[in-house]
């Protein structure tokens, strides 16, 4: 039909449209990464990098790129089940634990001082260093479990407990699926996530608090 050709073609340019905007603002912030308001550069380089992966990640696991893209670059089913282990393990095992993980951990370390950085420029570094590092450690049990994910759909002869348990492309609807091991081991992340989110939340307005009294005091 005319309106689903449209749509297709729509979503996919929407997509490279917001790729690109990513990309390019990546780029601007590296470049302008020594002025004053761009001290936490590292972190929105992160940040965007995780963002971009996710837009391009969820764009190869839709079905109306697949149908868009078929008239230039027909793919056969063992490409579309490629793209789909692709889709889900950079989408659910990658990009979305680090774009959320970036969030936390940048507001978690305005609420932690390290009592070794002797100056302002020290304790920026030691955070900059602590962020980076902490949020790809802690994506590695969601990148393990989807690098299982994708192991049991490459062992022959071996059942599911229920449909789609493991499996990442439905054969007879030439789509992709997100296995239930996923939903469910994203849906432990993110809980979690919810949990310190809302206490280091809480923790940072109590440390903005203080520091306007302080402000006050001092005038």
């Given amino acids: 039909m005319l309106w689903t050709y449209v749509l ?3 979503e996919v340019a929407l997509g490279a449209l917001l790729i690109v905007g990513a990309i390019g603002l990546q780029i601007f912030v590296t470049r302008f990464s020594k002025l004053e308001f761009n001290r936490v550069w590292k972190e929105r380089v992160v940040f965007i990098f995780a963002s971009w992966v996710w837009i391009v990640s969820l764009l ?3 079905d109306t790129v697949w149908r868009s893209m078929s008239d230039w670059f027909p793919l ?3 490409a579309h089940f490629a793209l789909c282990e692709v889709y889900v393990f950079f989408t659910f095992g990658f990009s979305q634990p680090l774009f959320f993980l970036t969030i936390l951990l940048l507001i978690r370390s305005r609420t932690r001082f390290d009592k070794k950085a002797n100056t302002a420029v020290d304790r920026d570094e030691v955070r900059k260093k602590h962020v980076l590092l902490s949020a790809l450690g802690w994506c590695v ?3 393990v479990v989807h690098a299982i994910i994708l192991g ?4 022959p002869n071996i059942s ?3 449909p789609i348990f493991w499996t990442v492309y439905d054969s007879g609807a030439e789509s992709c699926v997100v296995p239930i091991i996923s939903t469910a081991a ?3 992340f993110f809980v979690i996530f919810l949990i310190f989110y809302t206490y280091y939340s809480t923790r940072f307005s109590r440390v903005l608090i203080n520091r306007k009294l302080r402000a006050r005091v001092r005038w």
Wanted: proline letters at 9%; aromatic letters at 4%.
């Fill in 76 to 78: 056969s089913q063992g």
């Fill in 160 to 162: 599911e407990p229920t």
């Fill in 186 to 188: 994203f849906a432990c």
């Fill in 152 to 155: 049991l759909n490459h062992i």
């Fill in 141 to 143: 049990p969601m990148i």
């Fill in 8 to 10: 297709d073609r729509l």
């Fill in 60 to 62: 190869l696991g839709r």
